[in-house]
């Protein structure tokens, strides 16, 4: 029930050579590791929305992640899930066979809900966003975090249901990180609850992030103990799919959860 998303990341400055043979050999030695250590999902994605990446044209992002999802779907029947805005991107992988699409813009940009509407199977994952990547952190504001974000995603579900997709099929992810202070993601993940009102499953994404950072003062690769601890609130509260980069350590702690919760492997 609780389900652990490896992060596999294809942008250039995660691989030495990224989108290159090299490259994509690297990218499915660490998907193949990630399945071993537990993953349910593996979640590819080529264009980086950290604040200040530059932009990734449409071909460039098939070049670096198409290649990826095949060669991990010949190797592994793991589900796939493939990160992205762009509906040209969706199409392909949908085509290669990837069970999720998840999109940090919630299918606003053009084409993204009718390219996942053209399933009938694909899942998709909603996150919620204030503002654009680039600009996204520089002046964070809202009233009620937890109302605002639970209003958008709510507001993304009737676009999708509009469009022919099935409830059923999505996932909801407030977007830690996206467009918030320090003081929003806490806020957030303290009130994770309140989301399940929705009345759907949630992904969330703590994994390493800098509100993690903001706390215990360490640099992205030292963030493993606070980011099994934030994983573990999240789960608690109600999360579904833990995204995360360290696999192994968080199905650890996961199967500590569903036993708890849920008495599962005792
Ligand atoms: C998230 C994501 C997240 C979902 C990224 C990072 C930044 N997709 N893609 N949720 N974060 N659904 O991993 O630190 O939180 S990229």
């Known amino acids: 029930m609780l389900h652990v998303m490896g992060i596999l990341n294809v942008t250039p400055d995660s691989f030495s050579d990224g989108g290159r043979f090299n490259g ?63 509906a040209a991107v969706m199409r392909e992988a949908i085509k290669v066979g990837v069970r999720m699409v998840n999109d940090v813009k919630a299918l606003r940009d053009d084409g993204a809900l009718a390219a996942v509407a053209e399933s ?18 520089q002046q964070p504001s809202y009233d009620d ?58 992904l969330i994404g703590l994994s ?16 493993l103990a606070a980011s099994i601890a934030a994983a573990t609130i999240a789960a608690m509260k109600g999360a579904h799919i833990v995204r995360v980069h360290d696999v192994r350590e968080t199905v650890d702690a996961m199967r500590i959860v569903s036993a708890t919760i849920a008495g599962e492997g005792i």
């Open 208 to 223: 390493r992030k800098s509100m993690l950072g903001a706390v215990i003062d360490r640099p992205v690769n030292e963030r």
């Open 24 to 86: 994509r050999d690297l990218a499915l030695r660490q998907a193949l590791q990630m399945v071993a250590d537990g993953a349910h999902y593996i979640d590819v994605g080529g264009e980086s929305t950290r604040p200040g990446a530059a932009a990734v044209s449409v071909q460039e992002e098939l070049d670096r992640v198409i290649p990826v999802l095949e060669l991990i779907a010949a190797e592994s029947p793991v589900a796939l899930s493939v990160d992205t805005c762009k």
């Open 120 to 137: 009938d199977k694909v899942q998709v994952c909603l996150m919620h966003m204030q503002g654009e990547p680039r600009t996204m952190q």
């Open 145 to 202: 975090v937890v109302a605002e974000v639970g209003a958008f995603l709510a507001q993304r579900v009737s676009a999708c249901e509009q469009a022919g997709i099935a409830r059923e099929r999505i996932f909801l992810d407030p977007g830690f990180g996206f467009g918030k202070s320090v003081g929003h993601n806490y806020q957030l993940l303290r009130q994770l609850e309140q989301l399940q009102s929705l009345g759907l499953p949630l």
